[in-house]
C-alpha cells in the first residue's frame, strides 16, 4: 500500500482477526482498533448467552466503527470486525469511502479448533454456524483480498501484506 488506508480485517469467530489485525497494523506502522470494544454492553451479553446478533443490533455497533475509520482516512489504521454481509461492508464504506478489507478465510474444523482453544472471549463456538450462514465473502466490486487462515499468525499476516500490496491504488 502506498497511502496509508484503513483496513477493515473480517471474518467469522476464530479466524485470528484480532491477533492479525494487530499483527497487521505494527507491520503497516499504522494503529489498530479492537472491533469487539465497539459492542454496546447489550450486544456482549447476547453473544455470550449464545444469541446471535440481529442486524438492528449490529447498526450502531457498525456505525461507531465507520466514524473510527472515517476519522483514520488518510492516516491509517487497522479495525477488525466481522462484517459477515454485503449490507455492513457497504455501511462502514458508506461512513469511509476509502476502507480496503482484509476477509480471513477458512476450514470450518480449523476455525472450530482454534475458537475452542482461545481463552476469555465472550464468543462461544455454538455461534460458529450461525457466522457461516451469515457470511457474504467480498464481490469483486469490493476493495479487498481474501487471506487463508492457515499457518502461524506471522504467517498469515505476511499473506496479508503482500495481497494488499498487489491491490490497486485507491
Not at 24 to 52: C, Q, W
Not at 73 to 101: H, W
Request: glycine share 10%; proline share 7%.
Amino acid at each position: 500500500m502506498k497511502t496509508p488506508q484503513v483496513v477493515v480485517v473480517m471474518g467469522v469467530a476464530g479466524t485470528g482477526k484480532t491477533t492479525v489485525g494487530s499483527l497487521l497494523a505494527a507491520r503497516l506502522g499504522v494503529p489498530y482498533a479492537e472491533g469487539d470494544d465497539f459492542h454496546p454492553p447489550a450486544n456482549i451479553a447476547k453473544m455470550s448467552a449464545g444469541t446471535p446478533l440481529t442486524d438492528e443490533d449490529r447498526w450502531p455497533w457498525l456505525d461507531a466503527l465507520g466514524d473510527w475509520a472515517r476519522r483514520r482516512a488518510g492516516l491509517g489504521g487497522v479495525v477488525s470486525c466481522s462484517a459477515l454481509k454485503r449490507s455492513y461492508r457497504d455501511r462502514l464504506r458508506a461512513a469511509a469511502p476509502g476502507v480496503v478489507f482484509v476477509h480471513l478465510t477458512g476450514d470450518r474444523a480449523l476455525i472450530e479448533d482454534r475458537m475452542s482453544h482461545r481463552q476469555g472471549h465472550f464468543m462461544p463456538t455454538a455461534l460458529l454456524d450461525s457466522q457461516f450462514a451469515a457470511l457474504q465473502p467480498l464481490q469483486a466490486d469490493e476493495a479487498g483480498v481474501a487471506v487463508d487462515v492457515s499457518g502461524s499468525p506471522e504467517e498469515i499476516t505476511e499473506r496479508a501484506v503482500h495481497a494488499l500490496e498487489a491491490l490497486p491504488a485507491p
